[in-house]
């Protein structure tokens, strides 16, 4: 047995509790407790709510109690798919951090809202592909459902920016209409936000102070892994919904910022965005960009086999933003140099990877792909 403490933002420590090597043990009951901030910590509900799923130690004695599968959203069944071409020939290495195609690494703390931080680094790329630097609100995703908004293709209002409505996992919580275990964690409730004259406040600012709008999202449903390659070789980014392991995905289990392999699932399902593969002798990895701060993996990312990513994929769709009409361009559009071939493209081309042959440079200013550009 060993002492396995519980930690909240930051380092602060709050429990103490047994545990095994697998699955911790809470001794109940357990006394509420109250912070120098006077805030109530409900214990004993949060040890009930983390014992059915083992907690992730994303960083040296930092142990986030993410939600179970139950409290991720799920994907419609009548939801649109999309049919990508796969190609003999890819690019060995995509990086959509090279290219300049990646948002930042963000936190969700204490709250279970991977979905909307996953949502925000996908459109993220969307903008950087159209020439943006916006930073998304994952606040302002929960507030206006914009989960729902991707199925139904008519989004209600535009999202904001990070800076103009920054992330809370308090105000998170209190805006999420589910049961989720961030209720123990900061001693508010789920579905409360409108009896906070605060939130209200913020929340009908917002809606005027929208950049971007969520783009009706289409399900990668048949070989999804290699439509994933097809995306990625594009420029863009897949949101994906996987099943986790919480020791291997816990800091002692991501070794060089890779994942390793694992046969359970012990906590559920964890949405996150792809921004690249790579080949190593002959295994592809896929790139994560996660939600749980810089702190974890390799400054937030990390790789995971493409049989690891086949055994424990939920689901992956594509989704686009789309700008609202008083965003005003923030940055040049990136240009992303086509790889080096045989071929010398003139100007206004670009070397088409999968058509293999020189063509017209994209709107987006990127080359296009098997004889199309993809956005």
């Not at 090279?98 to 996908?122: E, M, R």
């Not at 996150?272 to 996660?290: C, D, P, S, W």
């Not at 390799?298 to 700008?323: C, F, K, P, T």
């Not at 088409?352 to 296009?368: F, I, K, N, T, W």
């Amino acid at each position: 047995m060993r002492v396995l403490p519980i930690a909240f933002v930051g380092s602060l420590t709050l429990l103490a509790a047994t545990a095994s090597a697998d699955q911790p043990t809470w001794p109940l009951p357990l006394p509420p407790i109250t912070l120098p901030n006077g805030q109530s910590i409900d214990l004993a509900g949060l040890a009930r709510a983390v014992q059915s799923c083992p907690p992730v130690e994303i960083a040296p004695g930092i142990f986030v109690p993410i939600p179970c599968a139950s409290a991720l959203p799920k994907v419609p069944d009548d939801a649109p798919s999309i049919e990508l071409p796969t190609f003999a020939f890819t690019p060995t290495t995509v990086d959509l951090r090279a290219q300049g195609l990646d948002g930042p690494i963000k936190d969700q703390q204490q709250t279970g809202v991977c979905f909307a931080f996953a949502l925000t680094s996908v459109l993220e790329n969307s903008l950087r592909k159209q020439g943006r630097a916006d930073v998304l609100s994952p606040l302002h995703i929960v507030a206006a459902d914009a989960w729902e908004d991707l199925w139904t293709g008519k989004p209600k209002e535009a999202i904001t920016q990070e800076l103009n409505w920054p992330y809370d996992p308090i105000k998170a919580c209190k805006l999420l209409k589910d049961a989720d275990s961030c209720e123990q964690s900061y001693g508010v409730s789920v579905n409360s936000w409108q009896s906070d004259p605060v939130i209200v406040a913020e929340r009908n600012r917002v809606r005027a102070q929208g950049v971007a709008w969520t783009g009706r999202a289409q399900v990668l449903k048949n070989r999804p892994i290699e439509q994933m390659v097809t995306a990625l070789a594009s420029g863009r980014e897949v949101y994906v919904s996987i099943q986790i392991d919480s020791a291997s995905w816990g800091w002692r289990g991501v070794k060089g910022g890779v994942l390793p392999e694992y046969s359970r699932a012990d906590r559920g399902g964890h949405a996150v965005a792809i921004v690249g593969y790579r080949v190593l002798g002959t295994e592809r990895q896929f790139l994560i960009h996660n939600s749980w701060g810089r702190a974890w993996g390799e400054n937030g990312y990390a790789w995971i086999s493409e049989q690891g990513l086949r055994a424990h994929l939920m689901s992956a769709y594509l989704v686009d933003a789309i700008v609202g009409n008083n965003a005003p361009v923030l940055s040049p559009a990136p240009v992303v140099a086509p790889i080096a071939s045989s071929s010398v493209c003139t100007a206004g081309t670009a070397y088409d990877l999968g058509a293999a042959r020189c063509a017209p440079v994209c709107p987006s200013g990127l080359a296009q792909f098997g004889g199309r550009c993809w956005l």
